[in-house]
T-cell receptor
Framework: KQEVTQIPAALSVPEGENLVLNCSFT??????LQWFRQDPGKGLTSLLL?????REQTSGRLNASLDKSSGRSTLYIAASQPGDSATYLC????????FGTGTRLQVFP | GAVVSQHPSWVICKSGTSVKIECRSL??????MFWYRQFPKQSLMLMAT?????????EQGVEKDKFLINHASLTLSTLTVTSAHPEDSSFYIC????????????FGPGTRLLVL
């Protein structure tokens, strides 16, 4: 049974810092690994999708890496801004999406 | 980009009543729709998967008779919470995917249900 864990559970940083959010999964037989952003009381916004054959994906200040063999993915956020404050969820796609519990990020000015 | 809408965005109802939540894909045909539930400070948990024109597949522990799912068209799926109770209060999110294999799921904005 796939289990997805995210650390840290919460993170509070000053604006401008570079951040690393961690995601681990127990079953390496995944189609892809996805990162989402969720604002309070809102739905999910897809950030990055890494196919199982890929090692990383980049979009703007975001970079996500995937190491299937070790069951890990990281989301790197460069030069964080207050607008980045949200909960970040990773999800491992087997035949369905299994979500982690998220990292609640607060970036203060 | 692909847009998925949900209606209503929030609903308050009395215990014992039924509530219907709609999920629509606005600009693409959704062959598969997913329903998730999210309790406070917890992650999303898949409740069921529905394919257009066929019966939904429910995850273990989700009551089929309580959470009725209908996916009658390629752009609309509905979730009906029957005889709702306070413990059904949650944030319900749908997602939809199209024909491409392993395509990204596009998520709706969610519906917050409060059962009094």
């Amino acid at each position: 049974k796939q289990e997805v864990t995210q650390i840290p559970a919460a993170l509070s940083v000053p604006e401008g810092e570079n951040l690393v959010l961690n995601c681990s999964f127990t079953d390496s037989a995944i189609y892809n690994l996805q990162w989402f952003r969720q604002d309070p009381g809102k739905g999910l916004t897809s950030l990055l999708l890494i196919q199982s054959s890929q090692r990383e994906q980049t979009s703007g200040r975001l970079n996500a890496s995937l190491d299937k063999s070790s069951g890990r993915s990281t989301l790197y956020i460069a030069a964080s801004q207050p607008g980045d404050s949200a909960t970040y969820l990773c999800a491992a796609d087997t035949d369905k999406l299994i979500f982690g519990t998220g990292t609640r990020l607060q970036v203060f000015p | 980009g692909a847009v998925v809408s949900q209606h209503p965005s929030w609903v308050i109802c009395k215990s014992g009543t039924s509530v219907k939540i709609e999920c629509r894909s606005l600009d693409f045909q959704a062959t598969t729709m997913f329903w998730y539930r999210q309790f406070p400070k917890q992650s999303l948990m898949l409740m069921a998967t529905s394919n257009e024109g066929s019966k939904a597949t429910y995850e273990q522990g989700v009551e089929k008779d309580k959470f009725l799912i209908n996916h009658a068209s390629l752009t609309l799926s509905t979730l009906t919470v029957t005889s709702a109770h306070p413990e059904d209060s949650s944030f319900y999110i749908c997602s939809a995917s199209g024909l491409a294999e392993q395509e990204t799921q596009y998520f709706g904005p969610g519906t917050r249900l409060l059962v009094l």
